[in-house]
């Protein structure tokens, strides 16, 4: 088996230390195993992308050394492969459409008594979901403001007991709840982040899926999908994040640890890798099978 990690940063901001790790992570996985490292654009937010931060991104990864195989992959590109998936969840009645806004959706968890908790707050409440199907047609044919969501319970009956194995963690169980009935698509970008991402794993043929450890409850979510839609499971590497000096996990408002402000201020690639130095994880792995 060819080893193939993958990239995939959202063309919304330059690359900072965080996003290095996580390239880093990747890229070395692969190389160290012979296999490939692919880029991909996460680009289906129209609203935050700019055309500039595409060039940005290759610009910070070769200034770090990371070539990748092939040509990157645009998310807008794949639109169609997306309602695809999409349309094969709907057929098994495992969607449905969400009229709700964010706003009402706040305030009916905060009128419920004890409203279900995620790993990041409060859960959708499940609205739309007791909508008859006449009126969900009637809403739809008059065009009304819509997302898809997954029905996470039906989801869980069809796909039965599941797991994956992360080579940190080892087998884990899936919890298919755990995020609640998410949204898998929006009416005005045709699909949403979770569906996305999953349907383009399969797509690139990723054997490993690397990220930070911050994503780790949505690879619950990413593999019932996978399940649902019948596409090949990877194996994971959730890494550590890098953190800033208060603890928080790096974002795109770090404009002192962007990559471009480094190279800016003499800083050489070498430098930059040598203090991340991969989370603290060995990538090859013990006489277990794990990577430490």
Same mark, same amino acid.
């Given at each position: 088996?060819?080893?193939?990690? @993958? ?20 890229? &070395? ?15 289906? &937010? ?45 057929? #098994?009645? #495992? ?6 806004? @964010? ?14 908790? %995620? ?9 739309? @979901? ?54 898998? /698509?929006?009416?005005?970008? %045709? ?23 911050? #994503? ?27 953190? &800033?000096?208060? %603890?928080?996990?790096? /974002? ?7 990559? /471009? ?11 930059? #890798? /040598? ?18």
């Amino acid at each position: 088996m060819i080893v193939r990690t @993958r990239f995939a940063p959202s063309p919304t901001g330059r690359l900072h230390l965080g996003h290095a790790l996580a390239a880093k992570v990747a890229h &070395d996985l692969a190389r160290l195993h012979g296999g490939e490292f692919l880029l991909r654009h996460e680009d289906i &937010d129209a609203t935050r992308v700019r055309d500039e931060y595409y060039a940005g991104i290759e610009e910070d990864l070769r200034w770090l050394g990371f070539a990748w195989d092939g040509l990157a992959l645009r998310q807008t590109t794949r639109l169609a492969a997306y309602a695809a998936a999409l349309e094969q969840l709907r057929r #098994l009645g #495992l969607v449905y459409p969400c009229f709700c806004t @964010r706003r009402e959706i706040e305030e009916e968890v905060a009128a419920m008594a004890a409203a279900p908790q %995620g790993p990041e707050g409060p859960l959708y409440p499940g609205t739309c @979901r007791g909508l008859g199907m006449e009126e969900r047609q009637q809403r739809l044919a008059a065009g009304s403001t819509h997302a898809w969501r997954l029905d996470a319970g039906q989801a869980a009956e069809r796909s039965g007991r599941l797991t994956f194995t992360d080579l940190r963690h080892g087998t884990l169980e899936v919890n298919p709840g755990l995020l609640g009935d998410v949204i898998l /698509a929006r009416k005005d970008i %045709g699909t949403a982040y979770h569906l996305a991402v999953v349907v383009d794993d399969a797509f690139q043929g990723i054997t490993h899926v690397t990220r930070g450890e911050d #994503l780790l409850p949505s690879t619950h979510l990413h593999r019932l999908l996978q399940a649902l839609l019948g596409l090949p499971e990877p194996v994971y590497l959730h890494h550590p994040l890098v953190r &800033d000096a208060q %603890g928080r996990r790096l /974002a795109k408002r770090h404009d002192a640890l962007a990559l /471009a402000a480094l190279r800016q201020a003499a800083m050489l690639p070498a430098a930059v #890798l /040598a203090q991340l130095a991969d989370g603290g994880i060995n990538l090859a792995p013990n006489r277990a099978g794990r990577h430490g």
